[in-house]
Structures are given as structure tokens and as C-alpha cells.
């Protein structure tokens, strides 16, 4: 997915950002005005995106304050939040019984106890109100000057990371079991190729991690020198992202060799997804190590890291999206506007802070950017590569790189990414299953619900299409042809960088 759907996309969108100087909606008008509608779509599952994402980020903040005690408070069962099944034994000795990580994270933490399920979800919980305070003016100040603000406080968010990593890894590695657990992360199951739901994982892996198709690549390359090398910045940023998700890989599931050590379990038990890795099995390991206050803040500060990493990145599609589209509205008013963005999103997450908030983020999850991200990449890549044109794309990287992209990358642009996107689109569609958290069954009515989020961001791009074909002139086949043939780009190129800049020292 990496090297046939991932790569291709992100040296495309660099490529178009850098040379239109212009966010995921207005670069539309000089590609294939008719797909405009693409980027009201990634602007509305960027949103949809941030009503979670951030309460996920204050729930790791809500660990780190709680990891400066004597004793980690989910480290046993000798609390008022415990219950008769909770079992400090690490061996688990009886049926049913569940460990103090999971019990602190579901009814101290969460308190989902309190919540009959998603027709219920209750107040908010002022600690993760408060959390999600901090993490909005955490993102507020990042972004209220745009690039050269945000560029300086992702230095601390995208590096430190990479320093937590190697200590954890180096404490990983020395803990009895480690080794039975990097040899399950490094051997394959080569009969699960044939599993969709793989593909799908290994597809959501690569759009979240390295960000095409979100509008993050075409915003940030907008920003750029006219003859930046964005090739070079294509290949590093891959395989350094690449890097990172192995050297995550190997943290994670040498932790959960020592909990299969510890608690005489397969590491197929102990390993769970989402959530429950970052916030109950990982936990769970700390809790029985020397020193366990030290790795546990180490560990979620470096997670509280990588969410505003990805927070910023989100945000900023949507800010220079609409303020390149609207510039004298918008870009001129950056931090008002920045302000207005993040109460909008600080008040759209409220919902996921109440007691059955974790109902309402498993279904924002899945049904907000997970199917739809699929579908708006396949659209995305088709009218680039077939209606811009691969001539078109290539002439542009000429003109600033002074070559034209290879065979490798033509192929790709031309029939090899868009299929294999829309393949994996139609693979994800046909293992849907009924939405499940636990044992809870999602009732009809909010799968409904969900599926309306996800046809929200998708029903974009027809409806913009429609509306540009009805306030245009002439016959059908006339307007249609003239909407799919590229503005004029107006403003040179070289001058399209200081027109923004001039709009951000404005503000």
C-alpha cells in the first residue's frame, strides 16, 4: 500500500500544492473544476476527524497528571472503581477476571459504567473538558500564523517522539519475553493476504499515517519555495515514516512479549487494537516495571505528542483550504478565523467527552473518515491522472524540478494507484460487519446515522458538480466540457508564495 497507493499519491499532491500554491478546494479551478467538490469533502472529514482525535490526546493527558503518584492507580484492585471480578494476579488465576489497567481505564477513566450505550451518553466529564481546553490552545497557538508558527512547534511534536521511541525500545528489548514478542511482529501470516479487511487495514495505515488525500501535503507544499525539491521531501518523508511505524511495531510488541511473559497468556490474547492497546495492555506492562511513574509519563507524553502532530496537520487543511478560496474573507482574518475553527471543533468534541463518549467515538471512527478517505482518494487520483493528465503533471515537475517525473511514478499515477485504491474501497464496503464496541450491538438508528456521516463528505462532489453545470451557460455537453478543462492560473507561480505570505504578515 505503501509503495502503490501511498508514495504515488504523495509526490502527486506535493507536486500540484507546490506548483498551485493553494489548499485542497481552490486548486481545483486550475486542475478539473468539476471535482471541486473533493475538497469540500476532505475539509468535512478533517472536521468530523477532529471532534475525536483531540479527546483521545486528552485522555493521554489525563494519564500523564495521573502517573505522578507513588503507586500507578490501575498498577492493582485496591480501589473504590474496582469491582469483585478485578484480579491483581498479572497470571489472571479465575474465569472473568479482568485487570486493573482495564478497569481503570472503563470506570475510572471513562466511566462508560454509567453510560446503557449511545441513547445514553450523559454529561461531559470536566477532566477530559479540561484536557480538551489545553489541547486547543496547544493548537490555536500553533496555527494562528500559519506555517511558520506550526513549522516551529512540530519540531517538538514530530521529533520528540522519535526520542521516546528509542528509550522505550531500549527498556522494551530487556524485559524477559521481549524477544518471543518482536519474532511474532516480524513473522508473517502470508494466507492473510487474502483477507480484504488486511488490504483495508494496510490502506488506512498509509492515508493516516502519511496524510494524502486529507488536504495536510497540498496545504503544507502550498507554502513552499517555487523550486523546492519535493521529490527528495516525497522519498525521505515515506521511508522516515515508514521507519517510524516499525520502530513503533517493535516498542509495541516487545511490551506484549513481557505481558505474555508475566501473565502466561499468547501474545495473540494480550495484543489488542486501538484503545485498548495504548491504554490498557501497555499500561498494563508499566505497571510491573521498576520505576513504572517514569515509562508511563515518558509513554504518554510521547502519545500526547503524535496526536498534536497529527491535530496540527488537520486543522491547517482546513484553514488554508478555505482562506485560499476566500482569501479576502478568511486568510486576511487568520486568527479570528483560527479562533472560530477551533471552538467549532472544541464544541463538536464535546459529545465524546460525556460518560458513553467512547460509543460516540467508535462510531465517528468508522463511519467519518475510514470508508469515505477511500472513495474521495480514488476520486481524487482519477481526476488528476486521467482529466489533468499525466502530461500536464509531468510538465509542471519539469518546470520546477528542471526533469520529468519516471516510468515508475507514470505508471502508477496512470492505472495502477487509482484501481488499487478503488479495489481496496469495494473490498472495504463488502467485509463491512455490523458495529460492535465489546459486547455492545450499535442499534439500527445510529448505524443509519453513521452512514449518513459518511455519505456527508462524499455527497460533496456530486452536489458541487451539479451546482457548477446549473450556473453555467450553453448545452450540457458545452458546460460539461468546460468544466473539466483547467482555469487559466492567473497569478505566476512565483509570485503566488509572497501573495500568501503577504495575506499571513497582513493578519
Known amino acids: 500500500m505503501l509503495i502503490l497507493g501511498g508514495m504515488p499519491l504523495f509526490y502527486l499532491e506535493l507536486a500540484l500544492g507546490q506548483y498551485y ?43 500523564i497528571f495521573a502517573s505522578f503518584t507513588e503507586q500507578l492507580p490501575w498498577a492493582n484492585c485496591n480501589h473504590t472503581w474496582n469491582t469483585a471480578n478485578c484480579s491483581g494476579n498479572s497470571s489472571f488465576a479465575f474465569e472473568g477476571s479482568i485487570s486493573p489497567a482495564e478497569e481503570y481505564y472503563q470506570r475510572a477513566v471513562l466511566e462508560i459504567h454509567r453510560s446503557e450505550g449511545i441513547h445514553d451518553l450523559g454529561p461531559p466529564k470536566w477532566e477530559f473538558v479540561c484536557g480538551l481546553i489545553l489541547v486547543f490552545v496547544m493548537v490555536y497557538f500553533a496555527l494562528w500564523k500559519g506555517p511558520k508558527s506550526s513549522g516551529k512547534a512540530v519540531w517538538v511534536t514530530a521529533i520528540s517522539p522519535f526520542v521516546v521511541l528509542f528509550i522505550l525500545l531500549i527498556r522494551g528489548v530487556t524485559l524477559p519475553g521481549a524477544g518471543d514478542g518482536i519474532m511474532y511482529f516480524l513473522t508473517p501470516d502470508w494466507s492473510r493476504l487474502a483477507d480484504g479487511e488486511v488490504w483495508s487495514d494496510a490502506a488506512a495505515q498509509v492515508f493516516f499515517s502519511l496524510g494524502p488525500g486529507f488536504g495536510v501535503l497540498m496545504a503544507l507544499a502550498s507554502y513552499n519555495p517555487f523550486d523546492n525539491n519535493f521529490f ?10 515508514f521507519f517510524a511505524s516499525f520502530l513503533s511495531g517493535l516498542v509495541v510488541f516487545s511490551v506484549l512479549g513481557y505481558l505474555s511473559y508475566i501473565t502466561g497468556k499468547g501474545i495473540a490474547d494480550v495484543a489488542q487494537d486501538g484503545p485498548g492497546l495504548v491504554f490498557v495492555a501497555y499500561p498494563t506492562a508499566i505497571a510491573t516495571m521498576p520505576g513504572s511513574q517514569f515509562w508511563s509519563v515518558l509513554f504518554f507524553i510521547m502519545l500526547a505528542s503524535l496526536g498534536l502532530d497529527s491535530t496540527f496537520g488537520g486543522l491547517e487543511a482546513i484553514l488554508t483550504a478555505i482562506s485560499d478560496e476566500w482569501p479576502l474573507v478568511f486568510g486576511r482574518h487568520r486568527k479570528l478565523f483560527c479562533l472560530g475553527i477551533c ?39 482519477a481526476a488528476m491522472c486521467w482529466f489533468y493528465g499525466v502530461k500536464r503533471i509531468s510538465a509542471d515537475v519539469n518546470k520546477m524540478l528542471g526533469h520529468k517525473p519516471g516510468p515508475f511514478w507514470i505508471i502508477c499515477w496512470v492505472c495502477i494507484s487509482p484501481v488499487f485504491i478503488l479495489v481496496i474501497f469495494i473490498l472495504t464496503l463488502a467485509n463491512y460487519r455490523p458495529l460492535e464496541l465489546g459486547t455492545y450491538v450499535f442499534p439500527q438508528w445510529s448505524v443509519a446515522l453513521g452512514w449518513v456521516l459518511t455519505f456527508s463528505s462524499i455527497i460533496c462532489i456530486p452536489a458541487y458538480m451539479i451546482y457548477r453545470l446549473a450556473i453555467m451557460r450553453g448545452s450540457l455537453w458545452t458546460r460539461l466540457k468546460k468544466s473539466i478543462e483547467p482555469e487559466e492560473f492567473l497569478v505566476d507561480p512565483n509570485e503566488m508564495i509572497s501573495l500568501k505570505n503577504g495575506l499571513n504578515s497582513y493578519t
Not at 486550475?30 to 482525535?53: D, H, Q, R, T, W
Not at 527528495?232 to 515514516?241: E, G, M
Open 343 to 381: 471552538l467549532y471543533c472544541f464544541l463538536g468534541s464535546l459529545p465524546t467527552t460525556t460518560y458513553g463518549g467512547q460509543y460516540v467515538i467508535t462510531l465517528l471512527d468508522f463511519f467519518g473518515p475510514t470508508i469515505a478517505i477511500l472513495f474521495i482518494v480514488f476520486v481524487e487520483a
Open 232 to 241: 527528495r521531501d516525497a522519498l525521505l518523508t515515506s521511508f522516515i515514516n
Open 21 to 63: 500554491r493553494s489548499g485542497c478546494i481552490s486548486i481545483w479551478r486550475y486542475i478539473c473544476p468539476l471535482f471541486k467538490g473533493v475538497g469540500f469533502g476532505i475539509c468535512v472529514i478533517a472536521s468530523y476527524m477532529s471532534f475525536y482525535y483531540n479527546t483521545i490526546i486528552s485522555t493521554a493527558i489525563y494519564y
